[in-house]
């Protein structure tokens, strides 16, 4: 049976967009690796490269606003807009989602934390040592920042260690911070105490 030729177009649209989506997905989880691993290339040294949650929900919220931004790029390259729309729409979603993950630290407990600042307090580490700081002010208190990082991440390692052989001390109930946000009232009495320290002599 001879196959009708608008048959055999619109057979050959679908298999050309169903191409298309592969590639662009294809495209979209590559650039989302890509952006993980490279959050670790400015760490202090390769031993501080712990994973961290929150740098994968950033690489995924990256991703998302991805699909949103090549897709209105390349809106003319796929034929069907139902398609388009539900891509938009769940890009918007995973977008909010990996946002609220990044920002609520919900899924972020005692060992996933201590993993994620080790490679931040790592970065701050490298940027410190190796800034071009001329004011001898401004090179003490880097000098200070990397004492403090420093010992930080041996501590760090060495609870990981500890929890890993040990287990978790206290009854598995989150504990509060004693500070929650950064308020007004503390931005005030942190420049306060800068201002003070500015006035005494060397």
Do not use: C
């Amino acid at each position: 049976m001879l196959e009708h030729p608008d048959d055999r177009s619109e057979k050959q649209t679908d298999q050309t967009g169903h191409g298309r989506w592969t590639t662009f997905f294809a495209m979209i989880a590559t650039s989302i690796v890509t952006m993980f691993v490279l959050k670790y290339s400015n760490v202090w040294q390769a031993s501080d490269a712990f994973f961290s949650q929150t740098r994968m929900w950033m690489a995924l919220m990256m991703g998302m606003a991805m699909i949103i931004i090549m897709l209105g790029f390349m809106w003319g390259m796929y034929a069907s807009l139902k398609t388009k729309l539900g891509v938009m729409v769940a890009a918007l979603l995973g977008f909010g989602l990996f946002m609220f993950l990044a920002r609520s630290q919900s899924t972020v407990e005692d060992e996933a934390w201590m993993s994620a600042m080790i490679p931040h307090h790592s970065i701050a580490v490298l940027t410190s040592a190796r800034a071009e700081i001329s004011d001898p002010r401004v090179r003490s208190l880097a000098d200070d920042i990397i004492e403090a990082q420093v010992k930080e991440i041996a501590t760090m390692e060495m609870l990981l260690a500890d929890i890993e052989e040990n287990g978790e001390l206290g009854d598995g109930t989150p504990i509060p911070a004693r500070t929650t946000k950064l308020t007004p009232q503390l931005r005030a009495q942190a420049r306060a105490m800068a201002d003070r320290a500015m006035a005494l002599p060397d």
